[in-house]
Nanobody, 124 residues
């Protein structure tokens, strides 16, 4: 059974940085897609970034391009989201997700496994 455990969230001032981690277990993820989404109360879950587990190719949502970097450590079965130049509008619960297909997508419904989420709060 796939388990995803996020860590690294917290409170940071605008302009600061945080690094989120997602420890994955339960199977091998070769050929899968790992992604980060975020959600604020009353809004739909929003795509942030995705990475192909095998090839390491990446996709980013426009609001985070140039500020966030997704990466993975295949030896540790961990995916990271480095967030720089944080803005108050980045405040959300951030979720790690796994899609059991090779093609990256941006819609939450196409992802098969989810972590419990970690809160990121950016103060102005």
């Amino acid at each position: 059974q796939v388990q995803l455990v996020e860590s690294g969230g917290g409170l940071v001032q605008a302009g600061g940085s945080l690094r989120l981690a997602c420890a994955a277990s339960g199977r091998t993820f070769s050929g899968y897609v790992m992604a980060w989404f975020r959600q604020v109360p009353g809004k739909e879950r929003e795509f942030v970034a995705a990475i192909g587990w095998s090839g390491g190719t990446t996709n980013y949502a426009d609001p985070v391009k140039g500020r966030f970097t997704i990466s993975r450590d295949t030896a540790k079965n961990t995916v990271y989201l480095q967030m720089n130049s944080l803005k108050p509008e980045d405040t959300a619960v951030y979720y790690c997700a796994v899609r059991a297909r090779i093609i990256k997508t941006t819609t939450p419904e196409t992802y098969d496994y989810w972590g419990q989420g970690t809160q990121v709060t950016v103060s102005s």
